[in-house]
């Protein structure tokens, strides 16, 4: 650990000379394709769900910590952490506040839990669309760009796939008047399976309603021990998601002596999102148990800023 940590200091200290470099006109003018600076680092709440269930940090101080702790300027919530509040407008604009008075920039809801939306009923599909328009109307609220949802269901690959367009279509078309991204995560079951996952949303076929590719989601199938049984290549599963990418997600979860996350190639991440032409925020999203959450998020966000300064 120690090791670890005075690894992520040097690597911290080479950074500075190399964005130095990274800025510099000439670089600059060669520059043709996406830029250094296109990509930015966020913080997902959920890399601090332990803290946030213990009640050692509530939902209104993550958008500081991310600031104060970590020096991330912009955030993507978890609605299972303010899941009470979605329709209570004077908490939302707390939340607001708070990250208007730190300077940072609210991105997205991360949703959970109210219902399927490939459920083979229509009637329960129908109510869990329902169900996802208070968070619709609180990422606007919050000015996010995105709710993340999950296409999931009970059925073959196709009824699924089918239920979940039409699921889709119907919520995407509700968040279009309010300027609002519906994007979809890998995110276990049929949508860890990346060619899956981008026949839903082409098929979908609308502008605000794409993906949030994870490094590291693209288990299909578990055990009851939650060990993977059958996965998806996640290299070739952020290749088929990045076309509709409105944002990404970094997952990390075990570091070697050197500061590289030891299940996902970042370097090899991070030209796949160059490639696809992709624009935004990079979300630190830590699950990690071997460092603390705090250490995890740090030793994520060193990575990131290493492989991005490298590309």
């Known amino acids: 650990m120690k090791t670890t940590r005075r690894n992520f200091i040097k690597q911290s200290g080479l950074l500075t000379g190399s964005l130095a470099i990274a800025s510099s006109p000439l670089l600059s003018a060669c520059t043709k394709t996406t830029k250094v600076t296109d990509f930015k680092i966020s913080l997902a709440q959920w890399s601090l769900h332990q803290t946030l ?84 109307e609180a990422a606007k609220q919050l000015g996010c760009h995105s709710i993340r949802v999950n296409a999931a269901g009970e059925g073959s690959a196709e009824e699924v796939q089918q239920n979940a367009i039409e699921g889709l279509r119907s919520l995407s078309t509700f968040a279009k008047d309010f300027d609002i991204n519906v994007i979809v995560e890998n995110h276990g079951g049929y949508s860890s399976n990346g060619k899956w996952l ?6 979908v076929d609308m502008k605000n309603c794409g993906t949030l590719p994870d490094f590291g989601n693209f288990c299909i199938t578990r055990d009851e021990n939650w060990n993977c049984l059958k996965d998806y290549d996640r290299y070739q599963g952020m290749k088929d998601l990045m076309p509709f990418a409105k944002g990404v997600s970094a ?8 500061g590289n996350e030891i299940h996902s190639d ?16 990079i979300g630190v999203e830590y699950e990690g148990k071997k ?13 990131l800023e290493r492989t991005i300064a490298s590309l």
């Open 198 to 203: 981008n026949k839903v949303i082409s098929t």
């Open 251 to 258: 997952k990390s979860h075990d570091f070697d002596e050197n």
């Open 266 to 281: 970042f370097s090899k991440m991070l030209k796949i999102v160059k490639s696809a032409g992709f624009k935004g925020y």
């Open 53 to 136: 269930f213990a009640g050692e940090m509530s939902n209104l101080d993550f958008a500081k910590a991310a600031k104060n702790d970590f020096g991330i300027s912009a955030v993507e919530y978890v609605s299972q952490f303010f899941k009470d509040k979605a329709k209570d407008k004077d908490y939302i604009n707390q939340m607001k506040q708070v990250a208007a008075d730190n300077g940072v920039k609210n991105l997205l809801i991360m949703v959970d839990g109210e219902g399927e939306l490939g459920d083979s009923d229509e009637n329960k599909r129908n109510q869990a669309v329902e169900n996802h328009y208070k968070w619709i």
């Open 291 to 303: 460092l603390s959450e705090y250490d995890g998020i740090k030793a994520t966000k060193a990575l």
